[in-house]
């Protein structure tokens, strides 16, 4: 039976992030992709031009519909956009009982745009971080949930440190904002693993981020253990931003549709 993945998350007008990107990804892996949308945003690869939540009502709805009738083997979220929908999707992954969480904490966009609101923060901390298997911030939202100034691998690692304490199963610190090589570390409460690879210079970088956490979440779904998720999804971005599309005037999407070592098995 093919596995079932589910995104929880915003629309991309521009398709290179939120649940397009998510819905690309699962799909790249041979995953069955569905999704219970959040917000509605007007943007393009410049910037985010508007932002509109949906109601907690129909975000609850559709995450029922899914799950009642085709089930699910592993949830991402990405951006909630307000305290409401962040506290209905906490209500529902506890009733859900979900074999995969995979939390990303969707704050900023590559551009800079917010797409979280300030009392949002608080609810993903305290409420959604420990129903996670997975949490995957980069460097500015690991600075805001572990409440430090992150400038390098040791500042990584205390970060998901005091992250991991808010309760998740494991801690994905995503070093791609750092200037060296593009470093992730791994922190599962016992031992640290480094994923390294090549710095790209390149402008087709939107989605990232979704795209990651989508990629570990199908990973789980086929039933492949965090470590080894976490290693094929480096792997799959870093081949994804290799092969961007120099679409629009400013940050690209990145290429969904290459194929990796590891995404067969």
């Known amino acids: 039976m093919i596995k079932r993945a589910l995104t929880i998350a915003g629309s991309d007008s521009g398709g290179g992030a939120g649940i397009q990107a998510d819905l690309k990804t699962f ?3 041979g995953v069955y992709g569905m999704s219970v949308l959040t917000a509605v945003t007007a943007q393009n690869t410049v ?5 509109e ?3 907690p009502e129909i975000v609850s709805l559709q995450f029922e ?3 009642a009738d085709i089930g699910v083997d592993a949830v991402k979220t990405g951006m909630l956009f307000n305290v409401e929908i962040v506290q209905t999707v906490v209500r529902k992954l506890r009733e859900g009982r979900i074999p995969h969480v995979v939390v990303d904490p969707v704050m900023v966009s590559t551009g800079g745009d917010r797409l979280l609101e300030d009392q949002a923060v608080e609810s ?3 409420s959604l971080t420990p129903l996670a298997e997975l949490i995957t911030p980069n460097i500015p939202e690991a600075e805001i949930l572990a409440g430090i100034r992150i400038g ?4 990584m690692k205390e970060a998901a440190v005091r992250i991991h304490r808010l309760g998740c199963g494991a801690v994905l610190v995503k070093g791609g904002h750092l200037t060296a090589d593009a470093v992730d570390i791994l922190f599962d ?3 640290f693993t480094r994923f ?3 710095r790209i210079a390149s402008r087709n970088t939107h989605g990232t981020g979704c795209t990651t956490s989508a990629a570990i979440a199908a990973n789980l779904a086929k039933g492949k253990p965090l470590t080894e998720a976490v290693g094929i999804s480096k792997h799959y971005i870093t081949e994804a931003i290799r092969s961007g599309f120099p679409l629009g005037k400013g940050y690209g999407p990145v290429n969904h549709f290459i194929r990796v070592q590891g995404m067969d098995a």
């Open 27 to 29: 799909s790249a892996f």
């Open 47 to 51: 910037r985010v031009n508007g932002v």
């Open 53 to 55: 939540g949906l109601s």
């Open 65 to 67: 519909s899914v799950l």
């Open 124 to 126: 993903i901390k305290q």
């Open 152 to 155: 390098s691998l040791d500042d």
């Open 189 to 191: 409460g016992h031992r």
């Open 196 to 198: 390294t690879a090549e």
